[in-house]
């Protein structure tokens, strides 16, 4: 009579463990890969938002910064990352006598990017990138 031993298995499960190895793999080189495209759209905005601030800044007037503001933003590559245009306000802080010149301008630009563009594959829904920017009005130009 034969006896079998029950501890003596010869089963292989490496191509189930395989098979979530590379699963994981897959999932973690397209999740890096959305991680990438995100950070790239968050140094678009912010270089952006950084021109649009520094344009600002060199207007004569609060009014014609907002359109040198916006302007800045429209000739950007950031259109065309963007679902619609991007968003642009301007404010501006007044210095200590109340004028325009040596005073601060702040730029926020918004950014709403498909979760598709992001991910490189199917992905629902959108998402919006901010950024903002501030710049001294120069106080003695003219």
Do not use: I
Request: with cysteine; charged share 15%.
């Amino acid at each position: 009579m034969r006896t079998t031993r029950l501890h003596d298995d010869t089963g292989v499960a490496t191509p189930v463990e395989t098979m979530y190895l590379l699963v994981f793999c897959l999932l973690s080189v397209a999740f890096l890969g959305f991680l990438g495209r995100l950070h790239a759209t968050g140094v678009q905005v912010t270089n952006a938002a950084q021109s649009a601030a520094r344009a600002a800044s060199q207007a004569a007037t609060p009014a014609s910064a907002r359109v040198a503001a916006t302007g800045s933003v429209s000739r950007s590559p950031l259109k065309r990352r963007c679902v619609g245009s991007p968003r642009t306000v301007t404010t501006w802080a007044p210095s200590v006598t109340g004028a325009w010149q040596g005073g601060s301008v702040t730029v926020v630009v918004s950014c709403r990017v498909r979760n598709q563009a992001l991910a490189g594959v199917w992905a629902p829904g959108t998402r919006v990138v901010t950024m903002r920017d501030t710049q001294p009005v120069d106080r003695y130009r003219r």
